[in-house]
C-alpha cells in the first residue's frame, strides 16, 4: 500500500534522489578508470608487500590459485602474480593483514590516536531544528 508522501515525515522524503546498485557504479567507474591506463585486477587478493633494496614498498604479491584443499595444484591452478607499480594505495578495508604489517614496519601508529572503525553505509541527514 502506498502512503501519500504528505504522511510521512521530512526526512523519508527521497523525491528527486537516485537510488544506483553500488555494483553497477563500480563496473561503470571501472571502465573509466582502465579508459585513463589504470589496470585493476579484481578477484585476486593480495597476500604479500613487495620491498626493494631499500625498503620502500614497490608493490604486493597475489596469492596463487586453484590450489585444492590439501594444498596442491588443481586443474585451474594460476600461480600468484608480482604487481609493481610507481604508486603503491594499499585499500584492504578495516584490520587487514597487510595493512597492519606495513603500520609494524613503518611505525605508522606511534603518537596517533587509535584507529577508528565504522561497518555499515553512512548518511548525512539535515534534519530542521
Not at 604479500?48 to 586443474?75: Q, S
Request: charged share 20%; proline share 6%.
Amino acid at each position: 500500500i502506498r502512503l501519500p508522501n504528505a504522511l510521512m515525515p521530512p526526512l523519508m522524503n527521497n523525491h528527486g534522489n537516485y537510488i544506483v546498485s553500488l555494483g553497477n557504479v563500480c563496473r561503470w567507474l571501472a571502465g573509466h578508470a582502465e579508459a585513463l591506463g589504470v589496470e585493476i585486477y579484481p578477484g585476486f587478493a593480495a597476500t604479500e608487500v613487495l620491498y626493494n633494496d631499500e625498503g620502500a614498498v614497490i608493490g604486493v604479491a597475489t596469492g596463487d590459485m586453484g590450489v585444492e584443499r590439501n594444498g596442491e595444484p588443481g586443474p585451474n591452478f594460476t600461480r600468484g602474480m608480482e604487481l609493481i607499480g610507481k604508486y603503491v594505495l594499499i585499500g584492504e578495508g578495516v584490520r587487514g593483514s597487510l595493512a597492519k604489517q606495513l603500520i609494524a614496519k613503518f611505525d605508522l601508529s606511534k603518537d596517533r590516536e587509535p584507529q577508528k572503525f565504522g561497518i555499515g553505509i553512512k548518511e548525512l541527514w539535515q534534519v530542521k531544528p
